[in-house]
């Protein structure tokens, strides 16, 4: 397991950011065409809320992060699999690429978005941990190792309790705007029992993963970001208050991010 997470983080790393980046933008145009993003959302104004970008532009916008992310997908796959002769893999790898901006779309933008009907978390889930972990390390090592599969759920799991404090904090207004998500749907305590559930899974990972990889001592540091959310989540217990929320879901997404540099740099 030693540098098990160098070559993914390393050569991954600007594909995820585009999908990334096309994620928050196809978000920002759907939430704002579909009447959420108003004056009673709580969270910071976005650029299509705040009068920053027109339409036109957030179109044009999305279509050169679209083609950004293809772009880069398919590079990341001919260096990784074209070279050695594997293109029934690398198609398999384009289709889950394609889903994934398909999805990027799908959750907010177009008739029946999926985010509107509570599978927000899933998808979350599946593209940002279970694809894009396992999928990034098997383009670089032509293996999947079954210990992948815990950082894999880990950072899936995290990734989900940063949308669903997200949801939490907009509860409020989503349901005021029609926009069901699974917070709506279960209510903003049962929510909060959700973001523990949530941390608690990724925390058990977290800890098999440091026990079941080696001997190295290092690898224990990771867990102080499992550490870190779970007092993040005593805190939303004791908030009553959707809008103080807002300051817990920018600590829950760093601390994820850091959770997956020090993957990189510990095993």
């Known amino acids: 397991m030693t540098?098990?997470?160098?070559?993914?983080?390393?050569?991954?790393?600007?594909?995820?950011?585009?999908?990334?980046?096309?994620?928050?933008?196809?978000?920002?145009?759907?939430?704002?065409?579909?009447?959420?993003?108003?004056?009673?959302?709580?969270?910071?104004?976005?650029?299509?809320?705040?009068?920053?970008?027109?339409?036109?532009?957030?179109?044009?916008?999305?279509?050169?992060?679209?083609?950004?992310s293809l772009v880069s997908g398919i590079a990341l796959l001919w260096f990784s699999l074209g070279e050695r002769g594997l293109f029934m893999q690398a198609l398999l790898m384009l289709s889950i690429g394609i889903l994934a901006i398909v999805a990027a779309f799908k959750y907010t933008v177009g008739k029946n978005p999926y985010g509107y009907l509570g599978l927000g978390d899933l998808s979350v889930f599946l593209f940002f941990g279970i694809t894009g972990v396992m999928g990034t390390y098997y383009l670089h090592t032509g293996v999947l190792s079954e210990h992948v599969l815990l950082p894999a759920v880990t950072v899936g799991l995290f990734s989900a309790a940063v949308l669903n404090l997200n949801n939490l904090r907009d509860h409020e207004n989503d349901r005021a705007s029609g926009k069901?998500?699974?917070?709506?749907?279960?209510?903003?305590?049962?929510?909060?029992?959700?973001?523990?559930?949530?941390?608690?899974?990724?925390?058990?990972?977290?800890?098999?993963?440091?026990?079941?990889?080696?001997?190295?001592?290092?690898?224990?540091?990771?867990?102080?970001?499992?550490?870190?959310?779970l007092l993040l989540v005593r805190k939303v217990f004791r908030t009553n208050i959707p809008a103080m929320l807002d300051g817990e879901l920018k600590k829950v997404a760093l601390s994820t991010f850091v959770y997956s540099v020090l993957l990189w740099m510990l095993f």
Do not use: E
């Open 3 to 68: 540098n098990l997470f160098i070559g993914p983080f390393c050569h991954g790393t600007g594909h995820h950011v585009f999908l990334q980046i096309l994620s928050n933008l196809a978000n920002d145009y759907g939430d704002f065409s579909h009447g959420v993003d108003n004056d009673k959302r709580v969270g910071p104004q976005r650029a299509m809320q705040s009068g920053a970008i027109t339409k036109s532009q957030m179109k044009r916008a999305l279509v050169l992060t679209t083609i950004l």
């Open 180 to 229: 069901i998500t699974l917070v709506v749907r279960m209510g903003f305590y049962n929510g909060k029992i959700y973001q523990l559930m949530l941390i608690g899974g990724a925390s058990c990972c977290a800890i098999a993963l440091c026990v079941l990889t080696g001997d190295n001592f290092n690898k224990w540091f990771t867990l102080i970001i499992p550490v870190l959310q």
